[in-house]
């Protein structure tokens, strides 16, 4: 394969890459997510119908229900007291209220009912909340009365904020003293173990235009009609009235009466059954999801191979989008998962367009592109190596081991509420400039700026041997320059922050992504992570620098000591934590005690825990000896630290 074919395909497979990757991105924008949303709705309201569940039963509180009280709303206890022990007569298998009792009525009614739910011996599940925005102080005091808490079920409902719609089920346990959600609850009853996720609801279909997807009787009809309508069955207890306890769910794009607009207590009866019959949202694994994305990126790689013009390219690609939506949206009720379409469509649009752009432009553009898009990011040292080794830049995407720096200025959020836009621009540049000097002096790729906040790269695009090493010195340098700027501003009466430092090595996919007049050049994993989420800890030690284990291990002529063995938020496995140190600090006394009080500590010698002590009283201003004080007085034996915030 000769050097201009091999060219060619390579720039086939970035088009297929950058194609795919934006169009992924791309459904973060608010409007084309809920595009992707709505086509799933639309799907979901059309699917193919499903026998009556009959397993589970409402007992509406209807309209011709609450005329019979003397007041609407909350509904007679009485009443409910004895609609409960009807359904236990009648051998109902268990009986789920889904009304929230948060405020007194007539007291000997509001007992009744409290002696009776008490003493129900069907299982018996009862709607609570705790959330602020459902009930004031006064009306939990009373719920949490009025509910036993073995009764008590979530009533809240997961919604989703595009549309309001409720999509998912609530699983409860989400803040203290909240229960399990009411579905959860109502399964968990009948010996049903479910997991504390968020599953999204797998709507029953109707039967027909007639019948709905569970039997629903009037609720003050239940003591006449036949027992056997009842025994065995789950009998949920709650409001379907025309205008109240209504609830939009996605069958509301295509039907905006009381399927899309749905009680309640209808919504727990959907939750319920899917669990007991099994059943999940049919959607394809991210992973499909993403080669169905890759592939029609490459269809439009395709047609622009062809060379047959734009309009012939963009013909087809109409065609194979148009058929493969058609598909979508009518397969799904004949047992096709629900596969993307919006990602798709975007990733051959774009594929058609870039390869309609590039073809015959690549090479030509390299050069200035390479210039262009690099002078502000790295070193001109850098630039120059890449202008004349192209290949160094891993246009598809590079796992190698790189070192990364985090930085942030603490409390920038409120220092900024108090600058005017003009002082905020001109202190935020300065600093930047400052900071960004020095990253480049150690030849580091500036990635990315998130407000005050920079990413930098080290070891990528170039090869840097020493690469953990530079980015250490580095850090130490920017530590310096962000303390005498901290010291400066502050003596202008300009409160800006400390800047905090996190430093890790590890392997990430580096590379370009963007297009051919415009790129940026990233790394990808969960390295990327564990980089930012060191530069966070700080704020728990008290440090301004924090270094990982693996950059630590790379740089043996650097000194450093050890924080802790740290467990970071959403990890589940401890990394070792370092602050570096100056030659002249490692050999000062209070180095050499922290070092053997730590040595003792983790391996989990008492000894260690007196010998911090003891450093506490000697060396009150250090702050990683005050920090593991503080641990080991609220009961820390070793230097495992988790953490259970970013």
């Known amino acids: 394969m000769n050097a201009k074919t091999l060219k060619a395909y390579r720039t086939a497979a970035l088009v297929a890459v950058l194609a795919a990757f934006a169009a992924t991105m791309a459904l973060r924008i608010g409007f084309l997510e809920h595009l992707e949303v709505v086509t799933r709705d639309i799907r979901v309201a059309t699917a193919a119908p499903m026998p009556q569940q009959k397993d589970i039963v409402i007992a509406g509180l209807t309209e011709e229900t609450v005329t019979q009280f003397a007041y609407r709303s909350p509904v007679d206890r009485e009443f409910l007291a004895n609609l409960i022990k009807t359904l236990e007569a009648k051998g109902a298998r268990e ?65 989703d904020p595009f549309d309001d719609s409720v999509r998912w089920i609530f699983p409860g346990e989400t803040e203290p003293g909240m229960p399990l959600g009411f579905v959860r ?82 919504v727990m ?163 930047l400039d400052g900071a960004c000097a020095i990253i480049l002096k150690y030849q580091g790729t500036i990635d990315k700026f998130i407000g005050d906040a920079i990413m930098a790269i080290f070891n990528a695009p170039i090869a840097q041997p020493d690469h953990a090493e530079r980015a250490v010195k580095c850090a130490l340098e920017l530590d310096v320059y962000a303390e005498a700027f901290k010291k400066e501003q502050n003596a202008a009466g300009i409160p800006i922050g400390v800047t905090r430092i996190g430093i890790h090595t590890g392997i990430a996919t580096v590379g370009n992504f963007g297009s051919a007049t415009r790129m940026d050049f990233t790394a990808l994993g969960d390295t990327v992570n564990t980089a930012a989420r060191t530069e966070g800890v700080n704020k728990y030690f008290g440090t301004r620098i924090c270094v990982t284990e693996e950059s630590v291990s790379a740089c043996p002529n650097l000194k450093f000591r050890p924080i802790g063995d740290v467990v970071l938020k959403g990890k589940t496995k401890p990394v070792g934590l370092f602050s570096p140190v100056s030659e002249a600090d490692a050999a000062t006394n209070v180095t050499a005690d922290y070092m053997a009080a730590y040595a003792l500590l983790k391996a989990e010698d008492p000894q260690g825990i007196e010998a911090f002590k003891a450093l506490s009283v000697h060396y009150p201003d250090d702050a990683i000896i005050a920090y593991h004080g503080r641990r080991i007085a609220a009961g820390a034996t070793s230097t495992l630290i988790v953490l259970e915030d970013k």
Request: aromatic content about 8%.
């Open 95 to 159: 009986i789920g209220v889904d009304v929230l009792f948060d405020q007194p009525t007539e007291p000997a009614k509001d007992e009744l009912l409290k002696k009776t739910i008490r003493e129900t011996k069907t299982p018996l599940l009862i709607s609570y909340s705790n959330s602020k925005n459902v009930v004031n102080d006064d009306q939990l005091a009373y719920l949490n009365d009025f509910v036993p808490e073995r009764l008590r079920a979530g009533a809240n409902l997961a919604r």
């Open 185 to 266: 609850k109502a399964v968990a009853l009948l010996g049903i173990k479910t997991p504390n996720t968020q599953p999204e609801i797998a709507w029953r279909p109707n039967p027909d235009s007639e019948t709905p997807a569970f039997p629903l009787y009037p609720s003050h009809t239940i003591a006449f009609l036949p027992d056997e309508w009842f025994k065995g069955k789950i009998v949920l207890i709650g409001a379907v009235l025309s205008i109240t306890d209504r609830h939009r769910t996605p069958l509301a794009v295509v039907d905006d009466g009381d399927q899309g607009n749905m009680p309640g207590i209808t």
């Open 269 to 431: 009866a959907h939750g319920i059954s899917q669990v007991l019959d099994g059943r999940s949202v049919d959607r394809l694994n991210p992973g499909y999801e993403i080669a169905i994305t890759v592939m029609f990126a490459l269809i439009g790689v395709g047609l622009g191979v062809l060379k047959k013009g734009a309009a012939f390219s963009f013909s087809v690609g109409g065609i194979v989008i148009a058929l493969y939506i058609a598909v979508a949206m009518v397969g799904y009720s004949r047992g096709i998962p629900l596969v993307p379409v919006i990602a798709p469509t975007i990733a051959l649009t774009l594929s058609l367009w870039l390869m309609d752009v590039l073809i015959g432009g690549a090479e030509r553009k390299q050069r200035q592109f390479i210039q262009g898009a690099f002078s502000r990011y790295v070193s001109p040292a850098v630039v120059d190596q890449l202008v004349d080794d192209p290949t160094a830049l891993s246009i598809k995407g590079d796992r190698r081991e790189v070192t990364f720096i985090f930085t942030d200025i603490a409390s920038f959020t409120t220092l900024s509420e108090g600058l005017t836009s003009e002082k905020l621009s001109e202190v935020l540049n300065a600093y």
